[in-house]
Every structure is written in C-alpha cells, then in structure tokens.
C-alpha cells in the first residue's frame, strides 16, 4: 500500500521554511527572502518518492501579530497545524537550542500533532544538538535523513496528486507571489511589507500567456517607489516574476504590471478578506 500525508514546515519567520520546501521538492515554489515575514499564505509542494507522497505545508513564520495582515497570517498557520500529520518545528542553527514549540504557535493549547525539531541552515553552523536533525536548504546535507525520517510517519493510504506534480496551487498564485519576491529583493526595507499583488486577469490559453497584475501599496509614495525612475524598478520587478513564472509553466509569459495605491490594506479587514486572508476562525485543540 502507498503512503501519503501532510507535513506542516513551521518556525519562526526566517528560519529557512521556504527554502526548505523548494529544496525538498527541487522547484522554487515558495519565496525566499533575507528579510523576515516574506511567506504570507501556506504553500503546498509535493515530493513523491516511489511509493510515498510527502505533502508539505510551507506556513508563514510564527510571530505575535501585530496588525490585521499579521493577525490572519499566524491564523492561516494555526489551521494548517491543525490540519497535518506531523510538524516539523525549524530553527536555524546559527540560534543556538530551539527554544518549546507551542508557545510560538499563539494556540491555547498544544495539539496532539507530533512535532520534530529540525535544525537549518548547518552549513553556517553546526546543529546544537547533535541528536536532532538537521539540514541544509544550500549544500541539500541531511535532506535525505529528514526524508527518511519522516516517510514511517505518513499513513498507508493512496496518493491525493499526480506523482509528477511539485505543486497544487494555481499558476495565478504563483505570479502574484514572484512579484512579491521580486518586491522583497528589489525595494528596501519597509515598501515589501505594504506590498501586495493581486491577479486581475489571466489567459491561460493565449499566446504567451497574459496575466495581468496589481501590484498594491499603501501609500502614494510607495508607488513612486515601486515605480521608480523612468518605469525602471517596476520592469525589473516584472522581468525576475516572468522568469520564475516561465521556469515553472515551461512557457512564455507576458505580465502585464500595474501599481495601486489601497490604502491601509494591510490594517482593513474587508480588504484583507478581499485579497484571499481568510479570517481566522479559531482553533479549539
Ligand atoms: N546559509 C543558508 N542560508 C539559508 C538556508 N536556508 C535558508 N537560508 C536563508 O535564510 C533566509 C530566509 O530563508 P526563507 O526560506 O525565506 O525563510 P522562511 O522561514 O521561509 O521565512 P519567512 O517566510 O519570512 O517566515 C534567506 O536569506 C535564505 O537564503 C540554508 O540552509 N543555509
Ligand atoms: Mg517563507
């Protein structure tokens, strides 16, 4: 009988979850940034391996919110803990000793859910326990450990995907976040945050593909930004999304970027919902 099941990837913002998902599943699916907080919404990856199917949830870091957007983020995260199999609780190496996991999640109280202490980034430094596991989204060191690991874990049952897929998740979404990580790499240190893309239309079938975007800002200043000189920021923000977004369609793509201020989107809760944030519904352990 095959084995399949859902696998969260949970930690504290800049961890290295992303990283980890897209090199378990070799595709760069989620987002990856230097800077914290640059996951906002779950992001699913599949890594089929003969007979088993892994299923992992990238979630947005752990945090104590602060603003609405915050506040539905740990949300989203809380569900999805809910939801899986076992977690897999990521702390970078260069931290020292994970610290408990479920106070970091904002539940009342823990779950039944198992949960693994996974060490990252061991190529800066090595793991503090040498008992825990430990890997490498860089050099790929201890990702077949991790793998093993967790494969026992995973109930006997069919595949819910194709083996050959790497994602679940529509391609609409995938532009949208590309953006963002363009945005995250692009603009300094505040303007990422205020930041949100949102799919305005989409023609999968036509030659290349057309997608258009709102790129959303807080304020009119951040347009400017987002813009820049003579158009130029904003082409290069296009031009890193289209080339993540054809490395994984294998086709060419024309995004179409435009810039918008809505403002306070971030704090506005009917924005928020508007945008794809589900509002958090409580978790009952
Ligand atoms: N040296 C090294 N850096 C890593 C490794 N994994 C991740 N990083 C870096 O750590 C930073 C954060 O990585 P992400 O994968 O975006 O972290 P995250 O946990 O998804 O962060 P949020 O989504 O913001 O919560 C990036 O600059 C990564 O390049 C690793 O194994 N080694
Ligand atoms: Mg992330």
Same mark, same amino acid.
């Given at each position: 009988?095959?084995?399949?099941?859902?696998?969260?990837?949970?930690?504290?913002?800049?961890?290295?979850?992303?990283?980890?998902?897209n090199a378990?599943?070799?595709a760069h699916l989620a987002i990856v940034s230097p800077k914290p907080?640059?996951?906002?919404?779950?992001?699913?990856?599949?890594?089929?391996r003969g007979e088993t199917q892994f299923v992992l949830h990238d979630l947005p870091g752990l945090l104590d919110p602060t603003y609405a957007l915050q506040e539905r983020m740990r949300g989203m995260a809380? !569900?999805? +803990?809910?939801?899986?199999?076992?977690?897999?609780?990521?702390?970078?190496?260069? =931290?020292?000793?994970?610290?408990?996991?479920w106070p970091l999640t904002g539940l009342p109280s823990p779950l039944e859910t198992?949960?693994?202490?996974?060490?990252?980034?061991?190529d800066l430094t090595p793991a503090p326990d040498p008992a825990a596991l430990a890997v490498s989204a860089t050099t790929g060191q201890g990702l077949e450990a991790l793998v093993a690991a967790l494969e026992p874990r995973l109930p006997e049952q069919p595949f819910e995907f194709d083996a050959e897929d790497v994602?679940?998740?529509p391609l609409r979404f995938f532009a949208a976040e590309y953006?963002?990580?363009?945005?995250? !790499?692009? +603009?300094?240190?505040?303007?990422?945050?205020?930041?949100?893309?949102?799919?305005? =239309?989409f023609r999968e079938h036509a030659k290349p593909v057309y997608i258009r975007v709102s790129l959303l800002v807080e304020r009119d200043s951040q347009k400017g930004i987002v813009i820049g000189a003579g158009g130029r920021t904003l082409k290069a923000i296009g031009q890193h999304a289209r080339a993540r977004l054809e490395d994984?369609?294998?086709?060419?793509?024309?995004?179409?970027?435009?810039?918008?201020?809505?403002?306070?989107?971030?704090?506005?809760?009917?924005?928020?919902?508007?945008?794809?944030?589900?509002?958090?519904?409580?978790?009952?352990p």
């Open positions: 009988m095959p084995r399949c099941g859902h696998i969260a990837l949970a930690g504290r913002p800049n961890a290295g979850k992303s990283s980890l998902l378990l599943v070799g907080q640059s996951t906002r919404m779950p992001v699913i990856g599949l890594l089929t809380q !569900e999805e +803990l809910a939801r899986v199999r076992a977690i897999l609780h990521l702390h970078p190496a260069t =931290e020292g000793p994970a610290p408990p996991f198992p949960v693994l202490t996974v060490y990252t980034k061991i994602g679940t998740q953006l963002r990580e363009a945005a995250f !790499e692009l +603009l300094g240190d505040e303007v990422p945050y205020a930041l949100t893309a949102e799919v305005e =239309e994984l369609l294998g086709e060419q793509v024309f995004l179409d970027c435009w810039v918008k201020v809505s403002r306070d989107w971030r704090r506005k809760a009917h924005l928020l919902t508007a945008l794809g944030f589900p509002e958090p519904r409580g978790i009952r």
